[in-house]
């Protein structure tokens, strides 16, 4: 049987910095400490979680672009700071709500921003925004709280799905073979038309 492992913080800090960060193969339990993780190279890929009844930021502070490990559960309150844009793969789980200060976080479903149902955290914007599909399968109505901090300026930037972007570059390639198709078939036309009419003034 696969047994998970975990590492917890202790002690009496409060906040600490992450620049770097060993392979590891456990999930980080905050513990009620918050953590600013200022590299991807500091994103822990197994994930974060929070036990303590104190809500734990997990400050995601990047210029870079990157993604977040797919666990981050419990009471944690995702802060996304830096000019990067952030992707978020799958549903995350984490119940502290969600703060955009700066960049974009990228998401295929407003979803994935957190626990659902009544367990449902808002979205506070103070700056930067959400990068949302826009069409294809993954498109869903926006049902989760959004809220942009007064005086402040929130986006929410329309982007095609992954799916959709495969499509439409699927359709754009059969276009311009059509169009190659059709331009070679123009080309032998008019080479026939003139041959005809040079045998003509020949005759």
């Excluded at 844009?85 to 995350?92: G, I």
């Excluded at 008019?190 to 020949?202: E, F, I, V, Y």
Aim: positive net charge.
């Amino acid at each position: 049987m696969k047994m998970s492992a975990r590492m917890t913080m202790t002690g009496l800090l409060t906040a600490i910095v992450v620049s770097a960060l060993s392979a590891r193969a456990e999930v980080i339990d905050l513990n009620g400490v918050s953590l600013t993780v200022s590299s991807p190279d500091a994103l822990n890929a197994d994930g974060y979680t929070n036990s303590s009844d104190t809500t734990a930021e997990l400050v995601v502070d990047l210029d870079e672009a990157a993604t977040l490990p797919a666990t981050v559960s419990g009471n944690i309150k995702l802060v996304k700071k830096g000019s990067g844009v952030v992707t978020v793969p799958s549903q995350l789980a984490y119940v502290g709500g969600t703060e955009i200060r700066e960049g974009f976080l990228h998401v295929e479903l407003p979803a994935y921003l957190g626990a659902t149902g009544s367990d449902a955290a808002p979205i506070t914007v103070y700056g930067g925004g959400l990068d949302l599909p826009a069409a294809g399968k993954s498109a869903s109505r926006f049902d989760r709280r959004f809220a942009v901090a007064e005086g402040c300026t929130g986006t929410i930037r329309a982007l095609p799905s992954a799916s959709t972007a495969a499509r439409t570059a699927n359709s754009a390639a059969r276009l311009r073979r059509r169009a190659t198709a059709s331009s070679r078939w123009r080309a032998r036309a008019r080479a026939t038309r003139r041959s005809r009419r040079r045998r003509a003034r020949c005759a």
